[in-house]
């Protein structure tokens, strides 16, 4: 404000009222540095994403009332949650200059009112490193379990995760299916149009196959052109339907090339896990199944239980 003129003939300028910056008049966090202290060395101890998320989680309560938290990165295809999913959100994107770390939302039953919101933030400084120390640990751990040339699981993921799931399925007796599936004539493919095609057409049908089976079901590839599918909580009608899909999917691919165009087929076997099964036993029965489809005469599908009704035809039954 200005004042009247004195009789000095000059004019005074008063700070009766101080311009804030829009920044300070933010609220500011209001945490405990023992509590940042303890969280900061508590999410050094894992590198388990799901572990560091529960720990983030309980630590964080201590100063702002928190439900649920939930982590999504696309590139890596990571959705994780922890805690309950309640109706009103925060959504915070984790990024530093040089790493993108995920999009984390917190949620809550009411509102978040601004000092919480600016405790979160406060808060999410003591994540910002160990999380990216965790993804970096989960993107090493998942590319030592992945086929290098088509993203599917290898020998090792698949020994770790199909002799887990057949010991769930049986404690909770669910079904559980698989499909052994192979590439037909694949030598030839290889041969008449070079390898280069031949992992162009391996790449392509493990993107069909992937096309063709839920979230819950995975593809490994067991060796050369020829892959599992692990199809959990499906039963043998459930599994053959997926497998049809499968093999007509693959059927459709067409590929091009200077030396012409060229289709594949695929031959699959399919067996479903009984309860007296270990895992290399329902491993071997659908890989017969796969053998009685490709002698057959190829691009079909055949069934463990295929297999015993022909057997029983056989022996007279």
């Not at 890989?287 to 463990?304: F, H, M, P, Q, T």
């Amino acid at each position: 404000m200005v004042s009247p003129l004195h009789t000095n003939g000059r004019a005074e300028l008063r700070d009766d009222k101080v311009i804030t910056p829009f920044g300070d008049l933010a609220p500011r966090p209001d945490i405990r540095p023992e509590v940042l202290l303890r969280l900061s060395g508590k999410l050094q101890t894992t590198l388990e994403l799901s572990q560091l998320l529960e720990i983030f989680l309980e630590e964080i309560q201590q100063a702002v009332l928190v439900d649920g938290l939930t982590l999504t990165h696309d590139p890596s295809g990571i959705s994780l949650a922890t805690g309950r999913n309640s109706l009103h959100t925060a959504n915070y994107r984790m990024q530093t200059q040089q790493d993108y770390m995920g999009d984390l939302t917190f949620h809550r039953s009411t509102r978040f009112r601004e000092h919480e919101l600016a405790n979160i933030e406060g808060l999410l400084s003591t994540l910002v490193y160990p999380l990216r120390n965790a993804l970096r640990y989960h993107e090493a751990m998942a590319a030592a379990f992945r086929d290098p040339l088509t993203g599917a699981g290898n020998r090792v993921a698949l020994d770790k995760t199909l002799g887990r799931e057949v010991e769930l399925a049986k404690r909770h007796d669910q079904s559980l299916s698989v499909l052994m599936l192979d590439l037909d004539h694949f030598k030839q493919v290889n041969d008449e149009f070079g390898h280069s095609m031949g992992d162009k057409v391996l790449k392509e049908a493990v993107i069909a196959m992937t096309g063709c089976i839920r979230q819950t079901d995975m593809c490994f590839r067991y060796g050369g052109e020829e892959f599992l599918i692990m199809l959990s909580s499906a039963d043998q009608a459930g599994a053959l339907r997926i497998a049809e899909r499968i093999r007509m999917g693959i059927g459709q691919l067409m590929f091009t090339s200077e030396k012409g165009s060229l289709q594949v087929t695929a031959s699959i076997g399919c067996a479903t896990l009984n309860m007296t099964d270990t895992m290399e036993e329902l491993v071997q029965r659908a890989d017969e199944a796969l053998y009685v489809a490709k002698d057959s005469g190829r691009n079909r599908v055949i069934s463990d239980l295929d297999m015993e009704f022909t057997e029983r035809e056989e022996d007279g039954e």
